[in-house]
């Protein structure tokens, strides 16, 4: 990438091929062990791909990029499946809400997502899907008479990542009361921002880096408020999961309040300490 003086649409392929290359060993690693963390990496690795098109989405052919988008998401959809199990089983493992004939029935509902996403995240067939969303991006950018160099297009990017956070942010906390969906898109927008900011770092001021301490800051609580309307939406999509009636519902009250509780802590985080239109 050097110091950002080449030219945006040279460095896409240096910059997507490492991201390729890493999916593909992870998916390998999960053909041989489904581990949990591993999902969760390769989630990882597809979310930057994705924030990746999205930098390049404005040199792209525009059916192109939607075509390529919803390739990469796909995969990432496949993934996450097998990754909603592991929350739900973590989150009512962690706490004791569930014995052990109703957390053997979740292992196995685990294992069946698994199974069905094995044709999508088998190591050949997403290493050919992900080589030909890069090939026709590439070609699509050679078409492209635009040249940016790479420094001023992120920079770019990044400035319109952030204030996409921000009119985000601002809807959540206007609402009287607290809205889930609203802390979705902040949740969303904010991965973009930090991502962005891991691939470009070397490129950026060093005030960026204070952007992204702040962006962890809310990350984690986002994250675990994202974790807990996923597991509770999990179980009212699929009531039988649970075979005792009495711990489902236990179970469901339970995400329910914590939910809940986290998603006015958040409000208030964001109300009263959280400023991102500075730094």
Same mark, same amino acid.
């Given at each position: ?10 460095? @896409?392929?240096?910059l997507a091929s490492? *991201? ?43 059916q192109g990029y939607?075509? =390529? ?57 997403? !290493? ?24 001023? @297009? ?26 889930? =969906? ?5 949740? &969303? ?7 962005? %900011?891991?691939? @470009? ?18 990350? !984690?609580?986002?994250?675990? *408020? ?16 649970i075979a005792s009636?009495? !711990? ?8 329910? &309040?914590?939910?809940?509780?986290? %998603?006015?802590? %958040?409000?208030?985080? *964001? ?9």
């Open positions: 990438m050097g110091k950002g003086r080449s030219g945006a649409k040279a460095a @896409f392929s240096a490492p *991201l390729v290359d890493s999916a593909v060993e992870q998916a390998w690693d999960l053909a041989r062990v489904p581990a949990v963390e591993g999902i969760h990496q390769l989630r990882i690795t597809l979310r930057s791909l994705m924030t990746l098109w999205w930098l390049y989405r404005p040199l792209l052919d525009a939607a075509r =390529q988008r919803s390739s990469l998401k796909s995969i990432a959809i496949a993934a996450g499946k097998a990754r909603d199990y592991d929350i739900l089983i973590e989150l009512l493992g962690r706490h004791d809400k569930c014995g052990a004939a109703a957390m053997a029935a979740l292992m196995a509902a685990r294992e069946a997502a698994i199974q069905a996403a094995q044709d999508m995240l088998s190591p050949p067939r997403l !290493q050919t899907r992900l080589e030909d969303v890069l090939k026709q991006a590439s070609a699509s950018l050679d078409t492209n008479a635009r040249q940016p160099r790479l420094k001023a @297009f992120a920079k770019t990017r990044l400035a319109t990542s952030r204030r996409q956070l921000g009119r985000r942010i601002r809807r959540a906390v206007a609402a009287r009361t607290p809205e889930l =969906q609203a802390f979705h898109a902040v949740r &969303k927008a904010g991965k973009k921002t930090r991502y962005l %900011l891991e691939l @470009f770092g070397p490129l950026l001021p060093a005030d960026h880096r204070r952007l992204r301490k702040r962006l962890q800051k809310i990350q !984690q609580p986002l994250g675990e *408020l994202n974790d807990l309307a996923v597991s509770e939406s999990l179980l009212w999509q699929n009531p039988h999961l009636p009495d !711990q489902a519902d236990t179970a469901r009250r339970w995400l329910r &309040k914590k939910r809940k509780h986290r %998603l006015d802590d %958040l409000a208030r985080l *964001l109300r009263e300490s959280h400023k991102l239109k500075r730094g």
